[in-house]
């Protein structure tokens, strides 16, 4: 939910530098979420299956606001 405002308030700014800033929030929120199955599952709220499925998920969210963020930067270069 973090990462979707993140990147919805970016994009109401218009500017594809402030855009980029948003969408770096966005994936520091993805490290969040990584961390926090870690915590999950260490206090045994999930199991190790469910930490791999989510992390993999967030990896994959990861990368594509990576990619587009550099998109955006080489757009502008």
Do not use: P, W
Not at 22 to 45: P, R, T
Request: hydrophobic share 35%; glycine share 2%; charged share 25%.
């Amino acid at each position: 939910m973090k990462k979707l405002k993140h990147i919805a308030e970016g994009y109401a700014r218009r500017y594809n530098r402030e855009f980029r800033q948003f969408l770096d929030y966005a994936h520091g929120s993805c490290a969040e979420v990584q961390s926090a199955l870690y915590i999950a599952f260490d206090q045994k709220h999930i199991s190790q299956q469910q930490v791999k499925n989510i992390y993999k998920r967030t990896e994959e969210i990861s990368k594509m606001i990576t990619n587009f963020s550099i998109y955006l930067r080489n757009k502008i270069a």
